[in-house]
């Protein structure tokens, strides 16, 4: 099993299930179960509430981006 594939199936998991699959997907080999594992903190980091940008956000941010890029025009 790739790392790819070993990290797509954790996801899938709720988190509660994540540690008993690694300790059998993984084995004895520490070295990908904490590849994973960062994989994981990084993931769950991207993903937490309160971080990820709404759509008004991202509106605001274009439409900011598009005044800079008239002002830099002129």
Do not use: Y
């Amino acid at each position: 099993m790739t790392e790819e594939t070993l990290f797509a199936e954790v996801l899938e998991l709720p988190p509660e299930e994540r540690s008993a699959f690694l300790d059998e997907a993984c084995g004895d080999d520490a070295e990908l179960r904490e590849r994973i594992e960062v994989l994981l903190r990084s993931h769950n980091e991207a993903n937490a509430p309160g971080l990820r940008a709404s759509d008004d956000d991202r509106e605001v941010c274009v439409m900011k981006n598009k005044q800079l890029e008239g002002v830099s025009d002129n």
